[in-house]
């Protein structure tokens, strides 16, 4: 199995541009989960999607950021305008069956915005 | 609400070194509890977990004891290596957060030759 693959694996980009992150789940998980990792604030849950559907996005820092899972092999995080302070690594993990179960990660996408 | 404490780091250690991170929790019900570990540049991994009280969770050498008692779910390794120098989450999940995982802030582990 390829593993939860992320692209890109970095992103340099200038304030109030658009990014967008995407994320392929293992095949056959059921649940997607998207992170932000800081040295400030550690690891972030974003939000997290079940058989695609969007379960909770309390963790959503903003309007700026959006997330959308069209099908079981592929979620994208948005973010626009982006600041400065959304510089992190975003991290997308899947899961198969109950929510408990253990988290597989992707290795994560480098973002600084300039 | 539910949280989990780690020790603070960096932890630094020479080789073969007796390893302990500790790991506490607070939970109102009955949570798994997990150590994921972060190696540099890399997404998190799974190193070990348990699932009920008393249960040992064991992986590379490592091992974790859950202690309901404590509330702990300590990480040990007998004798460390270079290749460990990482990150190690502790993390819980339980019915009151809709068992999504509860992550500790993590401790960076450095291991010297």
């Known amino acids: 199995d390829a593993g939860v693959i992320q692209s890109p694996r970095h992103e340099v980009t200038e304030m109030g541009q658009e990014v967008t992150l995407r994320c392929k789940p293992i095949s056959g998980h059921d649940y997607l989960f998207w992170y932000r990792q800081t040295m400030m604030r550690g690891l972030e849950l974003l939000i997290y999607f079940n058989n695609n559907v969007p379960i909770d996005d309390s963790g959503m820092p903003e309007d700026r950021f959006s997330a959308k899972m069209p099908n079981a092999s592929f979620s994208t995080l948005k973010i626009q305008p982006s600041e400065p302070r959304d510089s992190a690594v975003y991290f997308c993990?899947?899961?198969?069956?109950?929510?408990?179960?253990?988290?597989?990660f992707g290795p994560g996408t480098r973002l600084l915005v300039l | 609400g539910n949280s989990v404490t780690q020790m603070e780091g960096p932890v630094t250690l020479s080789e073969e070194a007796f390893l302990t991170i500790n790991c506490t929790y607070t939970a109102t019900g009955y949570p798994s509890l997990f150590w994921y570990v972060q190696y540099p540049g890399e997404g998190l991994q799974l190193l070990l977990k348990?699932?009920?009280a008393d249960d040992k969770g064991s992986n590379k050498g490592f091992e974790a004891t859950y202690r309901k008692e404590t509330t702990s779910f300590h990480l040990e390794k007998g004798s460390v290596q270079v290749s460990d120098s990482a990150v190690y989450f502790c993390?819980?999940?339980?019915?009151?957060?809709?068992?999504?995982?509860?992550w500790g802030a993590g401790t960076k582990l450095i291991i010297k030759p």
């Open positions: 993390a819980l999940s339980d019915t009151d957060s809709n068992y999504q995982l509860i």
């Open positions: 993990a899947s899961s198969l069956g109950r929510i408990r179960e253990t988290q597989y």
């Open positions: 348990a699932t009920k």
